[in-house]
């Protein structure tokens, strides 16, 4: 069964860091794509920045443009989503998502990714 768990959320005030992880199982996160998305309740949910798990190559939405980033993180079959500078709009429920795919550049449309984990809270807030 493939699964997606995220963790790494919680309170942070203006201008702080958080650092999500995505731990994948049942798959090898090698040959997909993983997406960050996130949503606040009432609007749709967004994506923020996804990678290609083969090549290293990533795209991200204007909003994190200079303050977040992903990686492969240390440990296997998981990817880290690092946010710096975190604004009270950047308060939602972050998911993780996975599309199989291994060529061309991931894409952050939200009804492509085929698994998605339970999110994990993000609440920026001085």
């Known amino acids: 069964q493939l699964q997606l768990v995220e963790s790494g959320g919680g309170l942070v005030q203006p201008g702080g860091a958080l650092r999500l992880s995505c731990v994948g199982s049942?798959?090898?996160?090698?040959?997909?794509?993983i997406g960050w998305f996130r949503q606040v309740p009432g609007k749709g949910r967004e994506g923020v920045f996804c990678?290609?798990?083969?090549?290293?190559?990533?795209t991200y939405a204007a909003s994190a443009e200079g303050r977040f980033a992903i990686s492969r993180g240390s440990t296997k079959n998981t990817v880290v989503l690092q946010m710096n500078n975190l604004q009270p709009e950047d308060t939602a429920v972050y998911y993780c998502?996975?599309?199989?795919?291994?060529?061309?550049?991931?894409?952050?449309?939200?009804?492509?990714?085929?698994?998605w984990g339970q999110g994990t809270l993000v609440t920026v807030s001085s």
């Open positions: 990678i290609n798990s083969r090549t290293g190559s990533t």
């Open positions: 049942g798959f090898s996160l090698d040959d997909y794509f």
């Open positions: 998502a996975a599309k199989p795919g291994t060529i061309w550049s991931c894409p952050l449309r939200t009804n492509e990714y085929e698994v």
